[in-house]
């Protein structure tokens, strides 16, 4: 299971910027997909998530600015961020739960980040 972020850089407080993540391999099922977020020297949290049956879900400070989108069929999910603060600055990580066919644990796998980056 792999998965490929794009779409961070540099915007001005009040810019929008549009993730997106891909997600690759065989043999598994994805069950939700989501991004998380880690600012310099803080822990990682969640922003937001979405589920194979589209249910969403979103860190408190983001609803109305964030929207999450997944394409299960496609194995992608979108970030549409818009209104950005200089708060929302930090390394985003689009992430995938997953079942492998014949099995009903579920597994996390993350992607390699994507800096965003708010100016004030």
């Known amino acids: 299971v792999q998965l490929q972020a794009s779409g961070g850089g540099f915007v001005q407080a009040g810019g929008s910027l549009r993730l997106s993540c891909v997600v690759s391999?065989?043999?598994?099922?994805?069950?939700?997909m989501g991004w998380y977020r880690q600012a310099p020297d803080k822990q990682r949290e969640l922003v937001a998530t979405v589920t194979d049956i589209g249910q969403t879900n979103y860190e408190d400070s983001v609803p109305g600015r964030f929207t999450i989108a997944g394409d299960f069929a496609k194995r992608m999910v979108y970030l549409q961020m818009i209104s950005l603060l200089p708060e929302d600055t930090a390394v985003y990580y689009c992430s995938a739960e997953i079942t492998r066919w014949g099995r009903t644990n579920r597994l996390r796998y993350w992607g390699q980040g994507t800096v965003v980056t708010v100016s004030s």
């Open positions: 391999g065989t043999g598994f099922t994805i069950k939700s």
